[in-house]
């Protein structure tokens, strides 16, 4: 046997891979421990984990001679198995992705953009989705359905939260009732001059405790509500899946639909006349 391919170099290789295979399992065994140790804990154990695999392979590169690709490309699959497994538990329920803040994420203009066959949305009055005049038109064109309305769950613009709000945020009182009442009359426009299959409903709760974006019956984009600091698009965004071959009740798209269909069902419907008019 060469050098390249003797004992030692064989031997090297096994041993290193038998550490740092070792390393990976305790950390996937101590995943919960380390959860419960420090927010922080998950993000060391994550920069332990690519420390390892960088040295693992420059020790590699030193001791494996001509085996060097072999034990690498092991090494790699190794690291590369484990991420899939730390990332299949997010996928396995729904959530394929999120974003720190809305807009570095998916936000209001692209959203609309991916919009293709049906939309149903639950926020306070779509102001971010109508003040983007073009795409919002665009949007409700191609879902348009004879059979199949886009849905429009809303707050009604005497809403008593949106005038404390408006304090809140050293607002006029009746600023985000006004912006409500503005949403209205860009929907209103393409339901009564171009017939669009577009409903409305007003929910029956003080304020929803999400924000919902159903993109054609297979992403739901959720987010929440801090009223009187920025516009809104500062805060968290999951991305939820529908789950195209489990059963519904394994992703989390599931409750988010079922509590969009109770506010739905309970709502009072618009007539795409009242509120318009200023209070």
């Known amino acids: 046997m060469s050098d390249e391919f003797s004992f030692w170099s064989i031997a090297a290789g096994v041993l290193i891979h038998a550490v740092y295979d070792g390393l990976l399992i305790t950390v996937a065994l101590s995943r919960k421990w380390i959860d419960r140790v420090h927010p922080a804990a998950r993000k060391l154990a994550l920069a332990i984990t690519i420390a390892a695999t960088l040295a693992g392979n420059v020790l590699l590169f030193y001791l494996t001679g001509r085996l060097f690709p072999v034990f690498s490309?092991?090494?790699?699959?190794?690291?590369?198995?484990?991420?899939?497994?730390?990332l299949q538990q997010f996928w396995d329920v729904g959530l394929i992705g999120a974003d720190k803040t809305i807009r570095d994420g998916i936000d209001c203009v692209r959203?609309?953009?991916?919009?293709?066959?049906?939309?149903?949305f639950l926020g306070v009055g779509a102001r971010k989705l109508t003040e983007h005049a073009a795409e919002f038109e665009k949007a409700m064109q191609r879902c348009n359905r004879p059979n199949r309305p886009i849905r429009l769950l809303l707050c009604k613009p005497q809403a008593e939260f949106l005038?404390?709000?408006?304090?809140?945020?050293?607002?006029?009182?009746?600023?985000y009732a006004l912006r409500v009442q503005a949403s209205l009359r860009e929907i209103a426009k393409y339901r009564n001059r171009r017939d669009w299959n577009i409903e409305v409903r007003f929910y029956d709760v003080e304020l929803p405790l999400f924000r919902l974006m159903f993109i054609d019956d297979w992403l739901c984009?959720?987010?929440?509500?801090?009223?009187g600091?920025?516009?809104g698009s500062e805060w968290p965004q999951l991305h939820v899946r529908r789950s195209a071959t489990e059963r519904d009740v394994h992703s989390l798209y599931h409750p988010f639909e079922q509590y969009f269909g109770e506010l739905w069902a309970r709502a009072e419907v618009w007539d795409f006349k009242k509120y318009i008019e200023a209070p």
């Open 73 to 86: 490309s092991i090494l790699l699959l190794t690291a590369l198995l484990m991420l899939w497994y730390q």
């Open 111 to 120: 959203s609309l953009n991916m919009c293709q066959n049906s939309l149903s």
């Open 163 to 175: 005038q404390t709000a408006a304090k809140n945020a050293n607002l006029p009182s009746d600023e």
């Open 221 to 227: 984009l959720v987010s929440h509500y801090v009223f």
């Open 229 to 231: 600091e920025g516009d």
